[in-house]
T-cell receptor, first 113, second 113 residues
Framework: AQSVSQHNHHVILSEAASLELGCNYSYGGTVNLFWYVQYPGQHLQLLLKYFSGDPLVKGIKGFEAEFIKSKFSFNLRKPSVQWSDTAEYFCAVLMDSNYQLIWGAGTKLIIKP | DTEVTQTPKHLVMGMTNKKSLKCEQHMGHRAMYWYKQKAKKPPELMFVYSYEKLSINESVPSRFSPECPNSSLLNLHLHALQPEDSALYLC????????????FGQGTRLTVV
């Protein structure tokens, strides 16, 4: 079955630490890839997206992600996190089989000041 | 205008009440979605409308009744809800097909008492 896995459910980091959140999907066809962020009590915001082309995509707030097709992965990175990055992060994949977004379970990121 | 507008932002209703959630977009998107999101969980797809026709109903109980009066509006009619239906209800819209991005509204936070 098509699925999206986020490896870490909870991540706790200190400010200025580097961040990498994993996202893997199981589907061999064409995909579009997304990372969304949800700050406490707020709505979903798109951080970045990949449709085609350069597999390294840059998003808002200093985030970037790399699509590695051979690994079915789309990991999110940030070189130096801030306290304000505390939020829930969701990876989502749009698959050309049914054009529906499949969501990962989310990663709760806590940044200690 | 890249906004999806949802009203109301908050709603408290009794189990015998009838209420409606509203969603509006003016981006010309022909796909519109209702999602339900519980705290710390990813959004769960409820309904998809494509070209104003219901294309997906993810086995949602009949106490939730969607309606798409035109290409810009999406309603969710609520009747005889249960306390476990309390959640954030998100509306989204997108163009159809691949290489498209879903735009999410800010959600209606529903509490059933």
């Amino acid at each position: 079955a098509q699925s999206v896995s986020q490896h870490n459910h909870h991540v706790i980091l200190s400010e200025a630490a580097s961040l990498e959140l994993g996202c893997n999907y199981s589907y061999g066809g064409t995909v579009n890839l997304f990372w969304y962020v949800q700050y406490p009590g707020q709505h979903l915001q798109l951080l970045l997206k990949y449709f085609s082309g350069d597999p390294l995509v840059k998003g808002i707030k200093g985030f970037e992600a790399e699509f590695i097709k051979s690994k079915f992965s789309f990991n999110l990175r940030k070189p130096s996190v801030q306290w304000s990055d505390t939020a829930e992060y969701f990876c989502a994949v749009l698959m050309d089989s049914n054009y529906q977004l499949i969501w990962g379970a989310g990663t709760k990121l806590i940044i200690k000041p | 205008d890249t906004e999806v507008t949802q009203t109301p932002k908050h709603l408290v209703m009794g189990m015998t009440n009838k209420k409606s959630l509203k969603c509006e977009q003016h981006m010309g998107h022909r796909a519109m979605y209702w999602y339900k999101q519980k705290a710390k969980k990813p959004p769960e797809l409820m309904f998809v409308y494509s070209y104003e026709k219901l294309s997906i109903n993810e086995s949602v109980p009949s106490r939730f009744s969607p309606e798409c009066p035109n290409s810009s509006l999406l309603n969710l009619h609520l009747h005889a809800l249960q306390p476990e239906d309390s959640a954030l209800y998100l509306c989204a819209s997108s163009p159809t097909g691949m290489n498209t991005e879903a735009f999410f509204g800010q959600g209606t936070r529903l509490t059933v008492v």
